[in-house]
């Protein structure tokens, strides 16, 4: 039986994660991680040949933030400078009582401390993380969190909707009856809301999560959801290549021998690794719809074929007429609904006039869950 293909090499530009293992009692990105960090990529670097200067990003608890914030400067390994160049906190909220429902270590105090050592350490790329739709959370506390976020002015804000997730924390203190969650109109409300106070304030809404001051955006994450390329290094990482998708083993012991086996060149892909068109053209409807830019239909029609984009423009007709879906020339000019119905019988006029199709802000984003499983159910009925 003919041995799997190795993985590919990596295509210019190719993104690296690096994935860790911190000692157990590790709570932050101490001195000694900052030097495991360096040395990982200064091995990268010899062998891989990235951009000289390669950026890090931690993301942490406030009340671990101080000791990582303080090592926020540049340090210098094998002629490879490693920068903190972003530092990333999960807040979560702005009140105690809600922070101390969903299981958090911190408190309020410890939140605007960390915000301080920010700003006295020049750490100018720095992000806030919220969660909206926690237990007995009110419009009111919501509007305050987003307010003081604002007031502290970090480059770049993520907003989650709480998901109640087994084997987490908050996941076992949870119980409908103590802990009454927001209604899925509040939840809606909520993200609206967000939208509209993050948005007046400058942030750039560029990604269904994700907020940021002009030229802020996360790159680490913009690679996943342009789908290009990356390399994973460390336990259970994930590298996806030309396509092909494979996984180290998520335990040391086998770790060591894959790596080995790796050096040798005897490691394969799997049957699973192989792509599938239709997979694919999901994946990229999925993860364009997750951005603002939204999905680009000239590269989307030069790998999947001009039919299947008139298919999806003619699925999405009611949501066009809805305001759920956007449609975009190739100038980002929008295309008004009455002249997107009228192109619509001719499938050469769509493919000369329609460059983007994108989810409203903040409805169609709020509707993407729908909005995708439509586009599912065209690409592979």
């Known amino acids: 039986m003919p041995r799997p293909p190795p993985p590919p090499p990596p295509p210019p530009q190719t993104h690296f994660t690096v994935s860790l293992q911190l000692p157990p ?63 990333s906190f999960s807040e979560g909220a702005f009140q105690d009582e809600l922070l101390k429902a969903c299981g958090r270590a911190h408190g309020v105090d410890e939140v605007h401390e960390a915000i301080g050592v920010v700003g006295t350490c020049g750490v100018e790329n720095w992000s806030m993380d919220l969660i909206s739709s926690l237990p007995h959370q009110t419009p009111q506390m919501w509007e305050e969190s987003l307010l003081l976020t604002v007031n502290a002015r970090p480059k770049h804000v993520s907003v989650y909707d709480l998901q109640v997730e087994r084997g987490t924390k908050f996941g076992i203190l949870y119980s409908p009856g103590e802990f009454p969650l927001p209604s899925e109109t509040q939840s809606a409300e909520f993200y609206k809301t967000a939208s509209r106070m993050l948005s007046d304030a400058g942030y750039n809404h560029y990604e269904i999560s994700s907020y940021c001051k002009d ?106 007429k809805s305001g759920h879906v956007v449609c975009l020339d190739r100038h980002r000019t929008l295309i008004t609904t009455d002249r997107f119905c009228a192109l619509l019988s001719d499938e050469e006029e769509i493919e000369e006039t329609v460059a983007f199709i994108r989810l409203s802000d903040p409805d169609g984003f709020l509707l993407s869950n729908e909005l995708v499983s439509l586009a599912f159910q065209v690409i592979a009925p």
């Not at 030229?215 to 390399?231: G, Q």
């Open 25 to 87: 009692t590790s709570t932050s990105l101490s001195a000694t991680n900052v030097a495991t960090t360096a040395t990982s990529q200064s091995s990268l670097s010899a062998h891989l040949q990235p951009k000289p200067t390669i950026s890090t990003t931690t993301h942490e608890s406030p009340n671990t933030s101080t000791s990582s914030a303080e090592k926020s400067r540049p340090q210098t390994h094998n002629s490879t400078t490693t920068h903190l160049s972003k530092q």
């Open 215 to 320: 030229n802020f955006e996360c790159k680490h994450n913009l690679t996943y959801w342009d789908n290009k390329s990356f390399y994973g290094f460390g336990l259970g990482s994930t590298s996806f290549l030309g396509g092909f998708r494979f996984s180290r083993p998520k335990k040391m012991k086998e770790y060591a021998g894959y790596d080995q086996n790796l050096e040798d060149r005897v490691v394969g892909l799997s049957e699973d690794s192989f792509p599938d068109p239709k997979d694919m053209a999901m994946d990229a409807v999925m993860l364009s719809f997750r951005t603002a830019k939204g999905l680009d239909l000239k590269s989307f029609r030069k790998t999947f074929g001009t039919s299947l984009v008139h298919y999806l423009c003619k699925a999405y007709r009611p949501f066009v």
